[in-house]
């Protein structure tokens, strides 16, 4: 069973930087994709940024140019670095893991982190 453990939120002014961590602990199979989705309040949970074991990334249209996705596969880590925050980014960040055997068509496995708070105020 993996476990996602979550690190680095907390309150930012607008215009700051915060850098989001997230381990996975057990064993992930070699295909797999890791990132980042957020919900605030009163609305849907929304993707982010993802990189897949490739380091192929992807970014939802409100955060490029301000945030980069990044793992270190050895420690089956992913980071998010967020610069240039504004308060329409305050929600709670979770970290996603998806990972498929090899001849499987679809994700085998979908796994959630429990959520870190991210706030930008002043």
């Known amino acids: 069973q993996v476990q996602l453990v979550e690190s680095g939120g907390g309150l930012v002014q607008p215009g700051g930087s915060l850098r989001l961590s997230c381990a996975a602990s057990?064993?992930?199979?070699?295909?797999?994709?890791m990132g980042w989705y957020r919900q605030a309040p009163g609305k849907q949970r929304e993707l982010v940024a993802t990189?897949?074991?490739?380091?192929?990334?992807n970014y939802a249209d409100s955060v490029k140019g301000r945030f980069t996705v990044s793992r270190d596969n050895a420690k089956n880590t992913v980071y998010l670095q967020m610069n240039g925050l504004k308060p329409a980014d305050t929600a709670v960040y979770y970290c996603?893991?998806?990972?498929?055997?090899?001849?499987?068509?679809?994700?085998?496995?979908?796994?959630w982190g429990q959520g870190t708070q991210v706030t930008v105020s002043s």
């Open positions: 057990g064993t992930i199979f070699s295909i797999n994709v």
């Open positions: 996603n893991l998806k990972e498929r055997r090899p001849l499987s068509s679809s994700w085998d496995s979908d796994y």
């Open positions: 990189v897949t074991s490739g380091r192929i990334t």
